[in-house]
């Protein structure tokens, strides 16, 4: 399960931002997770809880904010948001094989003491 070494690099992130900011305690932590990235939301907020034991994000709150992939389809042009790597034109019908976006992973914001 690579959401555990993700978790203990988002714990990495943080705790590095609270010492930039001589700050204590990390409060919340927003994510962004792109609908491409390859993580499983519930399994990274499971091991997340277990990352966070014994540091100063002990009592943080995980926020996942989940972006889109954009799809395009060369059939008939249209552009719609994706949510995974497999879809089908809304519009026509047609299997997309152009998708930009929705891989990231990336901590957009940390609320600290």
Do not use: W
């Not at 499983?40 to 996942?64: G, Y």
């Not at 809304?90 to 901590?107: E, F, I």
């Amino acid at each position: 399960m690579h959401e555990m070494s993700i978790a203990l690099n988002i714990i990495d992130i943080v705790l590095e931002a609270a010492k930039q900011e001589h700050a204590e305690r990390i409060n919340s932590i927003e994510m962004e997770i792109g609908a491409l990235a390859g993580v499983i939301p519930e399994a990274l907020s499971f091991c997340f809880t277990e990352a966070q034991k014994n540091t100063p994000a002990a009592q943080a709150q995980i926020n996942f904010k989940f972006t889109p992939a954009e799809a395009f389809c060369p059939a008939c042009e249209h552009r719609f948001p994706a949510y995974e790597r497999a879809v089908l034109c809304p519009k026509c019908g047609d299997m997309v094989v152009q998708l930009s976006g929705g891989t990231a992973l990336k901590v957009k914001k940390i609320n600290i003491d």
